[in-house]
């Protein structure tokens, strides 16, 4: 794991359908669409979508983990585009309820059970994390 590395959390590589729903600084719900996503943890994913958006943008996310839909809110941190018209877009969740929290992080766990070498990269982001 490189020292720039500035997540809290590792997150395992997953390709997950999700829609999405831009809500701007007053609560007011606009863009509808899906995307996916390409890596989760607890505090966070990278998705994949159509659109880019600005740092700080929020959006409600519903995730299809499994058999399970989730429902989270969150805050865009970086954004990047790519070569095939996408845009890869940094989320940081802020709010979800403590069954949501649940399932992200029983999925996360499972993810690491069936490729511990990502359990191991994780142990050493927290130990970095616990160093700074």
């Known amino acids: 794991m ?7 959390y590792v997150r395992p ?3 997950n359908l999700l829609d999405y729903i ?5 609560g007011v719900r606009g863009e509808y669409s899906m995307g996916r996503t390409l890596n989760i943890s607890i505090g966070g994913i990278l ?3 159509r659109s880019r958006f600005p740092a700080g943008q929020q959006v409600m996310i ?3 983990l499994e058999d399970e839909l989730v429902d989270v809110m969150g805050r865009v941190v970086h954004t990047s585009g790519h070569h095939d018209n996408t845009f ?4 940081e969740f802020f709010h979800a309820s403590v069954e949501d929290r ?3 992080n029983r999925y996360v766990e499972a993810f690491h059970k069936r490729f511990p070498e990502a359990g191991r ?11 700074t």
Do not use: C, P, W, Y
């Open 22 to 26: 831009v809500v701007d600084e007053h």
């Open 121 to 131: 990269e994780n142990k050493e982001a927290m130990s970095f994390l616990e160093q």
């Open 62 to 64: 519903t995730i299809g």
């Open 47 to 49: 998705m994949e979508t």
């Open 2 to 8: 490189s020292n720039t590395e500035r997540r809290r």
């Open 88 to 91: 890869h877009n940094g989320i």
């Open 13 to 15: 590589e997953s390709l």
């Open 102 to 104: 649940r399932i992200i």
